[in-house]
Each structure stands twice: as C-alpha cells, then as structure tokens.
C-alpha cells in the first residue's frame, strides 16, 4: 500500500493541472435573466434594462458578463451615490445620458444611448429608477432608427416602458408632422 502512494500522486497532480478553471466572467448566452436588478427585463440579446440596482450588485453584474451601465437617473436622483466610481471599481464601462422625468424624453437622448448601445462592447445594462425612461428611450431610438412605430413601442414595453408610453407617442407623432 505504501508503494502506490508515490505512484498515485503524480497520476493526481497531472489530472488537477488539466482541470479547467471556472470562467471569470460568464457568457453572454448565460442566464441574464436572473441579475440583481429590479424591474429586470431583457428586451434582446445583449440589453438588460430595469431601475436602480444596489451598490453591491455591479460585482455580480460584472461577473455575469455585463460589461457597460448607463445610467439615466440625473444626480438629483441618486442620493449623493458615485455610481460612476462604483461601476469603474466592478471594473465595467459607465455612461450617464441624465432623463429628468418626462420631459427628459427626446430623441436627442434616444439617438445618445442607440450610439452607445452600437458601439458598446460586450452586454449593457440601461437602468433608470424603475425601467420606464430606458423603455421609452428605446423606443425612441428603434422607430427613429426606421422601426415600424407598433414594433418599436412594443420593444419599448419590452424593455420596461409603463406611463412613458404617452410622452413616447407624443414625440413620434410630432416628429411624424410635415
């Protein structure tokens, strides 16, 4: 018995360097779906959107593959928090495009977050207080960017636009004037 010990040993050291090591961050194609942030939805592949997230969540985000936040909440909103400090030491990308309310709704601001989310790299998370300014934002963007208006509103939805909806058909029925 005492013979194998030496021969086992080897045998154990070369199967433990084989082993392959848990990713640092998990795929895209993974769940999303279960993130810790309130309101989650996941309107295609590569979105997240949802309202304000705890300061302890951006690790587990980051780890889920996420790898750019926007923020919509202007700074009156958002307590005296640094969420920028906070996302950068998760070791993700941060961007602010402020909404304040419904009046903070305009297509300027939609085409702002269509150009981040195009050149983003990686899985993004667009978060507000609820979901509501990022679903009208995206809905926004989709019919400016040529989306049938019905199609956009319902991506828009999809991504956690309630009372917006309004402010939204607002605006494109403006912008749809001669």
Do not use: F
Request: with cysteine; hydrophobic share 50%; charged share 15%.
């Amino acid at each position: 018995m005492k013979m194998e010990l030496p021969l086992l040993l080897p045998i154990l050291l070369a199967c433990a360097a084989c082993a392959t090591p848990e990713p640092a961050v998990v795929p895209e194609t993974a769940a999303m779906h279960d993130l810790p942030v309130p309101q989650l939805h996941v309107p295609r592949a590569g979105l997240v959107t949802g309202g304000q997230p705890e300061a302890v969540a951006w690790t587990v985000l980051a780890r889920r593959g996420v790898a750019t936040v926007v923020n919509l909440r202007p700074a009156a909103e958002m307590a005296g928090r640094d969420e920028a400090a906070e996302v950068s030491a998760a070791g993700m990308a941060y961007h602010a495009i402020p909404v304040d309310g419904a009046a903070g709704i305009t297509l300027d601001k939609a085409r702002a977050l269509r150009s981040l989310l195009a050149a983003a790299n990686g899985p993004v998370l667009v978060h507000c207080a609820s979901g509501n300014r990022v679903g009208a934002l995206i809905a926004l963007g989709a019919a400016d960017a040529g989306v049938p208006v019905d199609e956009a509103l319902a991506l828009g939805r999809a991504a956690g636009m309630t009372g917006a909806e309004a402010r939204v058909r607002e605006l494109l029925d403006a912008s749809a004037q001669p």
